[in-house]
């Protein structure tokens, strides 16, 4: 199913910016079971931002290297 797909991809992408273990939990079951690989891919890239404690490319002004 479609449905949400953009919102949960915004949504995902969002709780990247927040370093916190408990956003990262949330990103972690978002990106092990959601039906659409596009939400599942942002999760797993939020997730490893949420986890890093450092900017990350989806960060507004962080470096993009």
Do not use: N
């Not at 479609?2 to 079951?29: I, M, N, P």
């Not at 942002?42 to 470096?63: K, L, N």
Request: charged share 20%; aromatic share 8%; hydrophobic share 45%.
């Amino acid at each position: 199913s479609t449905d949400g797909v953009g919102t949960k991809l915004a949504v995902a992408k969002a709780l990247g910016t927040y370093r916190e273990l408990a956003v990262a939990s949330a990103l972690q079951k978002l990106a092990d079971q959601d039906a659409s690989y596009f939400v599942e891919a942002e999760a797993t890239q939020a997730w490893a931002c949420a986890r890093m404690r450092v900017p990350c490319h989806s960060d507004p002004g962080a470096p993009s290297w």
